[in-house]
């Protein structure tokens, strides 16, 4: 038996029903696309989301990390007074407290409110030890004397705490019987390694110091 139409209307009734079916296909086949390009821009914003996230999060990170770490610098005010302040302008000094080598035999020094070394605190004891160990009467360039600071700050409403070891810049001229004057001159960062024995670790860097100027 013919599947062909017996009559021109039947061919048209089945003409318009291919056209209707190709039409539905191709209505189904936009359709999925449609369903893809969405799912498609969903995943990627969602990607472009989490990767900004992680962004604004390493971001974060390296933020507090800096916020963390404290430098200090100094700036001379007169012969026998160094003001303290961090380097960075949001990082506000609560407290210190300076710890010198062992040679000098001179206690810790805490400071509140004003970040500050004084050559008072030690002047007289940096001479008797250079004299002990028979450094010249007169410095060549800048001495140094390596201290122990540890700082209270607050950064961000966050308050934090920084240990290291910086040298303090001095100058000495005279002669022994007739006395010496201890100018300070400023203050630089040596390590963030102090370990678990602060003043093993700056007698330890006054030994060699005092071994490079002999």
């Known amino acids: 038996m013919s599947d062909a139409p017996d009559t021109p209307q039947e061919a048209r009734a089945q003409e318009a029903a291919a056209i209707r079916r190709r039409w539905i296909s191709l209505g ?5 696309l449609a369903v ?26 390296q933020a507090s990390a800096r916020a963390a770490k404290l430098v200090l610098e100094a700036k001379a005010d007169g012969d026998d007074r ?13 407290s210190q407290t300076l710890i010198f080598p062992a040679a000098l035999g001179v206690a810790p020094v805490s400071t509140t409110g004003e970040p500050r070394i ?15 160990a028979k450094l010249p ?8 004397l390596p201290v122990v600071i540890t700082t209270r700050f ?15 810049g001095y100058g000495i001229a005279g002669r ?18 102090v370990g678990k024995a602060p003043v093993a670790a700056i007698d330890t860097r006054w030994s060699t110091l005092v071994a490079a100027r002999k």
């Open 176 to 193: 022994w019987l007739s006395g010496h004057d201890v100018t300070l001159r400023g203050l630089s960062l040596v390590t963030r390694n």
């Open 82 to 94: 160094l003001v303290l302040k961090p380097a960075a302008p949001d990082q506000i000094v609560q």
């Open 118 to 132: 004084e050559a008072d605190w030690f002047d007289d004891a940096l001479k008797k030890a250079r004299a002990k």
């Open 36 to 61: 893809g390009i969405s799912a498609l821009t969903l995943y990627l914003n969602w990607s472009d989301k989490r990767d900004a996230r992680a962004d604004k999060a390493s971001e974060s990170r």
């Open 154 to 168: 607050v950064v961000n409403g966050e308050a934090r705490e920084d240990s290291a070891i910086y040298d303090i």
């Open 28 to 32: 189904e086949m936009l359709a999925v």
């Open 137 to 144: 009467d007169n410095s060549v360039g800048d001495e140094k």
